[in-house]
């Protein structure tokens, strides 16, 4: 079998490393899975369309991934506020406000990973054009 061209190498790693945004248990458990998923559809597109079919298959991917890892990341905060209710059983009001708005930090969580990440590009380059 030969060589996959530098271009699949390069979408499968980008792939691969977008799959950060999930949480680290759902990528512990679906990651490979989902990595051989893509790989294989990567490997039919270029080879039945080329470059053009990658591009569809990677820019597919996008709003799928932002969805559903957002969607993971919220499962994961809920997780950890109900087993935070649990704990809360027999505490005094106080204890059990503290726990609340805490876990309502958490929910918030998701959205400002997201949001930070997606501006720290546009600030990096504000800072560069400032800086000339």
Same mark, same amino acid.
């Given at each position: %079998?030969?060589?996959? *061209? ?11 490393? +977008?799959?950060?945004?999930?949480? #680290? &248990?759902? =990528? &512990?458990?679906?990651? *490979?899975?989902?990595? @051989? !998923?893509?790989?294989? %559809?990567?490997?039919?597109?270029? =080879?039945? =369309?080329? $470059?053009?079919?990658?591009? @569809?298959?990677? $820019? ?12 993971? #990341? ?5 997780? &950890?506020?109900?087993?935070?209710? #649990?704990?809360?059983? /027999?505490?005094? *009001? ?8 805490? /876990? !309502?930090?958490? !929910? ?8 930070? +990440? ?7 380059? %504000?800072? #560069?054009?400032?800086?000339?």
């Amino acid at each position: %079998m030969r060589e996959s *061209p530098a271009v699949l190498r390069v979408a499968q790693a980008i792939y691969q490393r +977008s799959l950060g945004l999930y949480p #680290h &248990r759902f =990528r &512990r458990e679906y990651g *490979p899975e989902m990595i @051989l !998923l893509f790989n294989q %559809m990567a490997q039919e597109a270029w =080879r039945d =369309r080329g $470059l053009a079919g990658l591009l @569809l298959v990677g $820019l597919s991917t996008i709003p799928d991934l932002l969805v559903s890892a957002g969607k993971e #990341h919220t499962a994961a905060c809920q997780e &950890r506020i109900e087993s935070w209710k #649990h704990g809360l059983e /027999g505490k005094s *009001p106080s204890g059990r406000l503290v726990m609340q708005l805490a /876990g !309502l930090g958490l !929910l918030m969580l998701p959205i400002a990973v997201v949001s930070s +990440s997606a501006f720290a590009k546009v600030d990096l380059t %504000m800072k #560069h054009v400032e800086g000339s």
